[in-house]
Nanobody, 117 residues
Framework: QVQLVESGGGLVQPGGSLRLSCAAS????????MGWYRQGPGKQRELGAT???????NYADSMKGRFTISRDNAKNTVSLQMHSLKPEDTAVYSC???????????WGQGTQVTVSS
């Protein structure tokens, strides 16, 4: 059974940093494109960052220059390092995995990030 479990969310002041982690089980992440979505209060879900099995990354404009997605295939984890956080970054951040072979997508439950003073 595929499971994605996020951790690392919390409350942080504007300008601060957080590192989110996604631990995958029941799957081998090198066979998947991994990513992070987020959904802020009253907002549509946004695809924030993706990373391919080869390490190529892509970011939403709102995250470029501040967030970094990375993957550790040996540990079967994906991370999102977030710097210079803004109140508008407040959202539930969810890890996603899309199987390269089948296109099937999997989601984690999400972790809350709140940026507030």
């Amino acid at each position: 059974q595929v499971q994605l479990v996020e951790s690392g969310g919390g409350l942080v002041q504007p300008g601060g940093s957080l590192r989110l982690s996604c631990a995958a089980s029941g799957m081998i992440i090198r066979n998947y494109v991994m990513g992070w979505y987020r959904q802020g209060p009253g907002k549509q879900r946004e695809l924030g960052a993706t990373i391919t099995s080869g390490g190529s990354t892509n970011y939403a404009d709102s995250m470029k220059g501040r967030f970094t997605i990375s993957r550790d295939n040996a540990k079967n984890t994906v991370s999102l390092q977030m710097h210079s956080l803004k109140p508008e970054d407040t959202a539930v951040y969810s890890c996603t995995a899309v199987c390269i072979r089948t296109g099937r997508a999997y989601w984690g439950q999400g972790t809350q990030v709140t940026v507030s003073s």
